[in-house]
């Protein structure tokens, strides 16, 4: 098991300098391929991996292996080392599998784009980083995944870098991940000052030890903690990078802002558990900014009208489930939703991906109509995508979010609050998906809709940045000339229908009442954990029941707003306004960080460039010594003036001062 | 009696020196000097230098000093314009200062000496004292080097001061010597020495082309 | 006299002529001034061979007066040589230290 959980590593890793080293050798898509087929090794030894794993007896599945020491002083360990256990295993093969999926996808979608081989380098590295993350036996490596993973996300937000919406949004997601990072290492300060140690197994055998009497310092560490799981989980309100984060190509939306980089604060939160559980503040500020962002998230989802960005939001909620869920402590639950909205989530962007290709780049749904019959296959995927996020049975979304209210609502007290509104929240996902889908698939076909009826792919006739307008050309640094539909692509379709079908019917690892293999994998990762009784069989039929309502009601009235009575949305626009304009300014948030961050940092920028740069340090301390000096030669230059008699008179005042000195000395 | 030549002489070499130095005519300024001198041979005399004293006025006041009123017949005795605005207006006052400090200073390290022999007479000395033939003997015994090495730089004197003053080419190219004063005067903004010391040209500014020279 | 007031003498003597050195602007008032101070100098010497009863103070006396001979020859060759590029006789004027 040891080779397999380093080759895991060591495979994306090869991939990306295959790629950036040797991409002028490589013909055509064989750049595409080595990424795909790197991905797919790492996913092997993956799965290598969880057999060992399995092999192994109960008690001994939590195994570090380290290559090295980085540094051992100062009672500072440093190691690098895995841990490979359940979890991560789980994880790992998430990950792996889906990355694979997705360099599959990108194999014909990237194609014509000039900067290729970049993309599959860039990629390659993200899937390594997030392995890292995952992977990661200590706080030392957990950093340097997430900071790896935050630069991954920059690369690739910002890869079609000469659009300035593109690099304005790399360098947006890349603070917000800096302040979570900041936050993320201090929290580690906090928790090694008493723990001693940066292993993660040691620190949780003696987390409740430690802690005993520290309990303030561990909640600040986890509070901390918490921040940096907001900011790389896009939680209200360090969620403003996400939707930003759609300038980049789909297949990197589908892959970093949908299945995992946005998972790894949940990861985070479930691996930290032990440490958790020991406050209940932190476990409770978590399970509440969860649920804020989810409801906040799925109002936005129902008034913004660019496509991706709609999935966008929904990822955001949906993450809020997860947070929700790992901090009230459904551990497992927590990571089944992590799973299954990977499969749907993934899938909706590469079919949303499609739609745009069709739209030649043009992502807003007030344009793009009944498109049905022109792509059946986009269609039908996106139809099993928009089932399985509105959580309908038997499809896997619905068995993980009830899973995870379920366990809410067992801890009883005040977490039935959550459990209700867990339930609005899932109202409001089928709401704005089914009106995604409704929009774009249903009605009057538009006209690239009809000319690709005919069997023509529609061409803009200038590319054009689908944000702004402004018109672009296709060399390095803007998309590549042609688009890429799943029809017309087998890769696509590859890619697609393995995500659909575990769409479907991933559902089936931990059907209540008949199958709980997810939970029955996870246990040992989990077995110190003091939530493990789950919600009663009653609690758990009465959710399934709600959870069908919900859903059911959702779609139909969705149907009804959208598709049978045309007009409902715009009257209900107009008598909501005040409503509405708060959902479409997405709840101020960028206005609320602009005024109370940026602008105040920009005012310090300003201040220090023109107060304390130009005056003190230019003014003062260089001028000052520089004209220090410029006195001091040219008081030597007036030495050097020729004048005659000047001269002179130096030469007797020397005279006259040795004179002195020596009739001095004599005395 | 000698201390009253001492004073007659003392007084005339003061006034000879004091005379040099305000006397505003260069003539006059030689004159004053010559007086001088010939106070020093008295003095001389009276310190029992009767050879330095001759050597004195022969060659001091004799030669060199006709020699300098060669020269200052030559150059004219008037008082140049002043071209630039006068430099040094601390000068007289600081060199008055400095003059009156070395003064002090000399004579206290002179009276406060505790060189014994310097408040007294000095020892008796014989009459062959200062004369001829014993400087004579001690210029061909003892220091017979610096003798000759004085002779050399009598030679390198003489000669340098030929090479110094000579004409070049023949009389008649005295016009193509004549260089105006004004012509070494370059345009504002060389960057002479004068200029960066804060010399004020007192030319407008030199026309370069179309408008001066940039900054 | 006893000896030190000729020494007093010598440092006047050398003391006026500093400051005629300092103070006038013609270079052959300059250089006159600069025989006082040799002159002095020639004083003191005599004063101290009559001290040491020694004839050697006036042996260096008496090269000093060659030297200030050569010295003068030197400085009037000078002198006649600025005056023949018609510069102004005056040591204020002729202050650039190049050329």
């Not at chain 1, 619905?398 to 959550?418: C, P, Q, T, Y």
């Not at chain 1, 867990?422 to 998906?433: E, I, K, M, R, W």
């Not at chain 2, 200073?105 to 020892?123: C, F, N, R, T």
Request: net charge neutral; aromatic share 12%; charged share 15%.
């Amino acid at each position: 098991m040891q080779t397999s959980a380093w080759l895991i590593l060591l495979f994306p890793l090869a991939g990306t300098l295959v790629n950036a080293l040797g991409f002028r050798v490589l013909p055509g898509k064989a750049v595409g391929w080595i990424g795909t087929a790197a991905i797919a090794a790492a996913f092997v030894c993956s799965v290598l991996a969880f057999l060992a794993l399995q092999d192994r007896g109960e008690e001994h599945r939590q195994v570090v292996y380290v290559a090295w020491d980085y540094a051992n002083t100062v009672g500072v360990d440093g190691k690098l080392s895995l841990l490979v256990d359940p979890l991560s295993i789980f994880m790992a093969l998430v990950v792996t599998g889906v990355s694979t999926l997705i360099h599959l996808y990108s194999v014909a979608y990237l194609w014509s784009d000039r900067g290729y081989a970049r993309f599959f380098a860039y990629l390659n590295f993200f899937v390594f980083s997030m392995l890292v993350l995952v992977l990661a036996g200590n706080f030392l490596l957990l950093i340097v995944g997430w900071a790896f993973v935050g630069a991954a996300s920059y690369l690739l937000i910002s890869f079609w870098y000469r659009r300035t919406t593109a690099t304005s949004a790399g360098i947006k997601a890349f603070v917000i991940n800096v302040v979570g990072d900041a936050g993320l290492v201090l929290g580690t300060f906090f928790i090694f000052r008493h723990s001693h140690t940066l292993d993660f197994l040691g620190t949780f055998d003696s987390a409740s030890k430690d802690f005993a009497s520290h309990n303030g310092a561990l909640t600040a560490g986890l509070l901390l903690l918490l921040v940096g799981a907001f900011a790389k989980s896009a939680q209200v309100p360090l969620h403003t990078w996400l939707p930003d984060a759609m300038e980049g190509p789909t297949p990197v939306s589908a892959l970093i802002h949908a299945a995992t980089m946005v998972t790894a604060g949940v990861y985070l939160i479930a691996r930290m558990h032990p440490l958790f559980e020991l406050s209940d503040t932190a476990a409770l500020v978590g399970a509440i900014v969860g649920c804020a962002t989810l409801l906040i998230a799925g109002t936005i989802g129902l008034a913004v009208t660019d496509l991706k960005r709609v999935i966008a939001y929904s990822t955001m909620s949906q993450i809020g489930y997860m947070i929700m869920g790992v901090s009230a402590g459904a551990y497992v639950a927590g990571h089944f939703h992590l799973m299954t909205h990977a499969f749907f989530k993934a899938l909706l962007f590469m079919a949303a991906g499609s739609v745009i290709a069709a739209m030649a780049g043009e992502q807003s749904l007030d344009r793009m109509r009944g498109f049905r019959r022109a792509l059946p296959f986009t269609y039908a995927c996106f139809v099993i995508g928009g089932l399985a996020l509105s959580a309908v049975p038997p499809f896997s979304g619905f068995f993980s979010k009830d899973e995870i209210l379920g366990d809410i609502a067992s801890r009883g007290g005040g977490w039935w609050v959550f459990y209700v509104l867990g339930y609005v929240g899932a109202f409001l996902t089928a709401l704005y998906t089914w009106r995604m889908i409704f929009r774009a698939f249903w009605g009057e076909p538009s006209p690239e809709a009809r000319e690709l009826e005919e069997g023509h792919l529609h061409h803009a006739d200038a590319p054009f940045n689908p944000a702004t307008g402004e018109i672009e050309d296709t060399d390095v640094g803007f998309p590549g000339p042609e688009h890429h539909i799943a029809e017309r692509a087998p890769e696509m379709r590859i890619a697609m229908s393995v995500l659909a079908v575990l769409a479907v019917a991933g559902g089936v690892v931990q059907v209540p009442f008949v199958t709980n293999w997810l939970e029955h994998f996870l246990d040992p990762s989990f077995a110190d954990s003091r939530f493990g009784a789950g919600p009663s069989d009653t609690l758990t039929v009465i959710g399934m029941v709600v959870a069908v309502v919900v859903a059911a009601a959702g779609i139909s009235t969705a149907y009804l707003v959208w598709v049978a009575r045309p007009g409902t949305a715009e009257r209900v626009r107009e008598r909501f306004a005040p409503l509405h304009r708060l959902f479409v300014n997405r709840w101020y948030f960028d206005e609320l960080i602009d005024l109370l961050v940026v602008r105040p940092f920009a005012w310090l920028g300003r201040f220090g460039q023109q107060t304390f740069e130009r005056v003190i340090v230019n003014g003062l301390l260089v001028g000052g010594t520089t004209n220090i000096v410029k006195a001091g030669s040219a008081a030597a230059r007036a030495l050097q003036n020729g004048f005659l008699r000047a001269y002179a008179a130096v030469l007797v005042l020397g005279m006259v001062a040795m004179a002195l000195y020596f009739l001095i000395q004599s005395t | 009696m000698a201390e009253v030549f001492f004073f007659i002489a003392a007084i005339g070499a003061v006034c000879g020196a004091v005379g040099v130095v305000m006397v505003r005519n260069p003539f006059y300024a030689v004159l004053a000097l010559v007086f001088h001198l010939l106070s020093l041979a008295a003095l001389f005399l009276l310190l029992q230098a009767q050879f330095v004293a001759a050597a004195q006025v022969v060659v001091y006041a004799g030669a060199v000093m006709v020699l300098y009123v060669f020269v200052v017949a030559y150059v004219g005795a008037a008082e140049p314009t002043r071209l630039r605005a006068p430099v040094g207006r601390g000068q007289r006052a600081a060199a008055v200062l400095f003059g009156l400090a070395l003064f002090v200073e000399l004579a206290i390290a002179v009276l406060g000496s505790s060189l014994k022999a310097v408040p007294s007479d000095g020892p008796t000395v014989g009459a062959g004292f200062g004369s001829p033939a014993q400087i004579g003997e001690l210029l061909l015994t003892k220091f017979l080097l610096p003798f000759e090495i004085a002779s050399f730089l009598l030679l390198i004197a003489a000669a340098g001061a030929v090479v110094l003053a000579r004409r070049r080419g023949g009389i008649g190219t005295e016009e193509a010597d004549r260089v105006a004063a004004m012509d070494f005067r370059l345009p504002p903004g060389l960057g002479t020495m004068a200029e960066a010391v804060g010399g004020r040209s007192s030319r407008e500014p030199f026309e370069l082309g179309a408008g001066g020279g940039g900054e | 006299m006893t000896l030190d007031w000729y020494l007093v003498v010598s440092a006047l003597v050398f003391a006026v002529g500093t400051i005629g050195v300092l103070t006038r602007r013609n270079p052959l008032v300059i250089l006159l001034c600069l025989e006082l101070m040799l002159n002095a100098a020639n004083i003191a010497l005599i004063a101290f061979a009559r001290m040491w009863g020694n004839a050697e103070g006036q042996v260096f006396a008496i090269v000093v007066l060659v030297v200030a001979a050569c010295e003068v020859c030197i400085g009037l060759g000078l002198v006649v040589a600025v005056y023949r590029r018609r510069l102004p006789i005056d040591v204020d004027e002729i202050r650039e230290l190049h050329g």
